[in-house]
Structure formats: C-alpha cells, structure tokens
C-alpha cells in the first residue's frame, strides 16, 4: 500500500503543481485521520446494523468517492491505478474477512462494503472536471494523503504498549516476569514479520507495476 501511493499517486499530483498537489495530500491525510475517527464512532452507537458491515461501508463509499475522481481526471491511467486500487483494497479486504472468520461471523457481510466502492466511484467517473492542472493536482493529492493514510494505518504498531502488545497481553498488570519475558519475544517475531510482510508486498508491486510496462 506504502509503495503503491508513493509509485502511482504521489508522482502524479505533484507533476501537475507542486504546491497544490502538496496541500492536498496533506488534506487527504487529514481527512483520511477524520474519516477513521467518524468511523470509530459508529461502533458506539446502537444500530440495528452489524457495526463491522456500517464502517466498512462508509470507508468504502469514501474510497468509491475518490477513486472515480481520480479516474475522472486521468482515465488514461487506467493499468497503473488499478495495480494502486488493487494493492490498497486487497489487504484490507483480506483484514476484514480475517477478523469476522476469527469472531465466527459470516465474510458474506463485506458484499455490501465492496459494492459500495462501485455504487461511488462509477457515477463520479463520469463526471467531467475542469481539465486544469491545479484541479487534477488537487484531486489526485487528496486521493494520494487518504490512501496513504490508510496505508500507514496499516503498518503494524508493535510496540509495549500498541495495539498489538495488547493483544499479545503485555499490557496486562498481572503478567509474570517469566510469562512478559515470553511475549515481549513474541512481539519481536511480530514486529519481524511486520517488517518482511511490507517489504514483500512492496515487492509484489513492484513486480507488477514491472510487468505492466514490459
């Protein structure tokens, strides 16, 4: 995800204004940072909706949002961006089917999350915008900031203290000398395989993005 926004997107808006395109990954960060805190609160809120189903709806409306006015302004970048939508949605696709698997719930839910990146990003795409290079340097760096974010959301926090050292129960207050010592080698391997994990996938668009221009 890392190297896809910084491979496809980043070049982009900032080759049609340095500036622009600047302040608008930097907005797209911003509002990415917004969004998932939007989201969080929906989990409080007593719905007659699965809360799992409702944010990852909206995330992926949001995300239809901006991938159609990417599209919209540059259609002709139609192998690169998928290869940059493809390795952004696969991971977190993969995240969200894991985690209702693990919590014995259905993956069938996230139908409705991935037609929703499709309910927006098609209408959008059919929008014309003003061809201006300020206008596509704008669109593209608050596509850019928002996948980045995402992407670095991503980036396992495998520290005492993050969510991962939470799960790995090193937070918690009764743990022995011997049973902290076991899983702080636990959250090394973790933080390991974090490490190699974004560098294959790194890697793999790499590979891909060398295979589309072969």
């Known amino acids: 995800m890392v190297t896809s926004t910084g491979a496809f997107l980043i070049p982009t808006a900032i080759g049609h204004?340095?500036?622009?395109?600047?302040?608008?990954?930097?907005?797209?960060?911003?509002?990415?940072?917004?969004?998932?805190?939007?989201?969080?609160?929906?989990?409080?809120?007593?719905?007659?909706?699965?809360?799992?189903?409702?944010?990852?709806?909206?995330?992926?409306?949001?995300?239809?949002?901006?991938?159609?006015?990417?599209?919209a302004t540059m259609p002709a970048l139609?192998?690169?961006?998928?290869?940059?939508?493809v390795s952004h949605k696969a991971p977190a696709g993969y995240?969200?089917?894991?985690?209702?698997?693990?919590?014995?719930?259905?993956?069938?839910?996230?139908?409705?999350?991935?037609?929703?990146v499709a309910?927006?990003?098609?209408?959008?795409?059919?929008?014309?915008?003003?061809?201006?290079?300020?206008?596509?340097?704008?669109?593209?760096g608050v596509a850019t900031g928002v996948f980045l974010h995402v992407a670095l959301d991503f980036l396992p926090r495998c520290e005492i203290g993050g969510e991962v050292s939470e799960a790995a129960g090193l937070t918690d207050p009764e743990t022995t000398a011997g049973e902290f010592d076991a899983q702080h080698h636990l959250l090394d391997r973790l933080r390991l395989h974090a490490v190699t994990s974004a560098f294959?996938?790194?890697?793999?668009?790499?590979?891909?993005?060398?295979?589309?221009?072969a």
């Open 95 to 116: 995240a969200a089917a894991r985690r209702l698997y693990r919590a014995g719930r259905s993956v069938s839910v996230l139908l409705v999350p991935a037609a929703a």
């Open 78 to 85: 139609g192998p690169a961006l998928g290869v940059a939508i």
């Open 119 to 140: 309910a927006a990003a098609v209408p959008v795409g059919f929008v014309s915008p003003p061809g201006s290079d300020v206008v596509h340097a704008l669109v593209f």
């Open 200 to 213: 294959a996938g790194g890697v793999v668009v790499f590979v891909a993005w060398w295979g589309l221009h």
């Open 17 to 71: 204004d340095p500036v622009v395109g600047g302040f608008g990954i930097a907005a797209g960060v911003f509002a990415g940072f917004v969004l998932h805190a939007a989201q969080h609160q929906l989990a409080h809120l007593h719905l007659p909706f699965d809360a799992t189903t409702l944010e990852l709806t909206a995330h992926s409306l949001a995300a239809g949002f901006v991938i159609g006015a990417v599209y």
